[in-house]
């Protein structure tokens, strides 16, 4: 077994990506939430990790399981567009938040696939993993999300 | 990493702490040679490198030999850091800090027991390291109960010198080796 490097390593290289990818997700008021969550549950995990290969892969994929959590805790499907569009008045953040606000909208599906693959650089066979679906239905879900996204911003 | 990570990253740091998954906290402190690095385990401190040691090789080494969970974690060490302060400005002539000795077994823990022991401003010889450690012809592995001492400046190594009176050799290099003996002299 390949020796495991430094829990920061993983801090320092992944964090801001994982916490795009669950900006993504659940939008910014969960993203802290689940960020706290993802580590605090990866560093629990981390001493009896078996395949420290891609510890990239294995932090978005505890993020994603995150992010259906947080889902689940609130009893709900995505965000309505139209709350989506109220909090864009007090977004401090106008850069990439409107594209992030987007993404927020879609279906869940559709926004894990978008952010799994944009957000986490995930190979379609890892979002498939993630998603507990075939390689070609997170492609599916990926394409779908895109053209919407496109629609939605254009 | 941006800004705007340093609060959700201390959050993390503090839930981590609070809930006992800081298996090593480290963080680094000036020094008049140079920036140290400094590691504790819930036991106290485990590990000090010194300015001219590698910082990854001895990340990495602590989370081979102790435990991956490594997390930069300063507020963790702020009873290490300033005790050191104090000592390099001469207010400080013992250490209280609690010492984690996992890095160190048998004869070497020992000797370095021993080192622990020495006064302020006082030397010793390694062959007299070696008696107190209880073999009196081990005085080669003495030697490197100091040179690969895992904890130096808090086990004063630099105060066992050689039975000529020379200062012998130091990790940290033979100057500050030089220089914390000289420091001892004045403000003992």
């Known amino acids: ?154 | 990493m941006t800004t705007t990570m340093d609060e959700p990253l201390a959050r993390l740091r503090e839930r981590a702490a609070a809930e006992g998954l800081l298996d090593v906290a480290y963080a680094s402190a000036d020094s008049p040679f140079g920036p140290l690095l400094l590691a504790r385990t819930p036991r106290g401190l485990v590990r000090l490198a010194l300015p001219n040691e590698d910082i990854e090789a001895t990340l990495a080494d602590l989370a081979g030999r102790i435990s991956p969970r490594v997390l930069e974690a300063p507020a963790q060490l702020d009873r290490e850091r300033r005790e050191l302060e104090d000592y390099f400005e001469g207010r400080r002539h013992e250490f209280e800090l609690p010492i984690d000795w996992q890095l160190s077994h048998g004869f070497l823990l020992r000797a370095r027991r021993g080192i622990a022991a020495i006064p302020y401003g006082e030397t010793r010889t390694y062959a007299d390291l070696a008696r107190a450690a209880g073999n009196e012809r081990a005085v080669r592995a003495a030697g490197s109960a100091c040179s690969r001492n895992p904890i130096p400046l808090v086990v004063p190594c630099h105060r066992v010198v050689r039975s000529d009176g020379t200062p012998g050799l130091y990790a940290g290099g033979v100057e500050m080796k030089k220089r914390l003996l000289e420091l001892e002299r004045r403000a003992g």
């Open chain 1, 1 to 154: 077994m390949a020796e495991l490097p430094p829990f920061q390593t993983l801090i320092d290289e992944h964090a801001t990506e994982v916490m795009a990818v669950l900006r993504g997700a659940v939008g910014r008021e969960g993203a802290e939430d689940a960020f706290q969550e993802t580590f605090l549950a990866a560093l629990r995990a981390y001493p009896s990790l078996r395949e420290p290969h891609n510890l990239r892969g294995w932090l978005v994929t505890i993020a994603h399981r995150k992010a259906i959590d947080h889902h689940r805790a609130r009893g709900r499907a995505p965000v309505p567009v139209e709350s989506v569009r109220e909090e864009a008045v007090f977004d401090p953040d106008p850069d990439d938040g409107q594209i992030w606000q987007a993404v927020a909208a879609l279906p869940l599906k559709q926004r894990a696939a978008v952010t799994l693959r944009f957000a986490g650089d995930l190979p379609h066979e890892e979002i498939a993993a993630a998603l507990g679906c075939s390689p070609e239905a997170a492609r599916r879900s990926l394409h779908e999300g895109l053209k919407r996204l496109r629609k939605e911003i254009a």
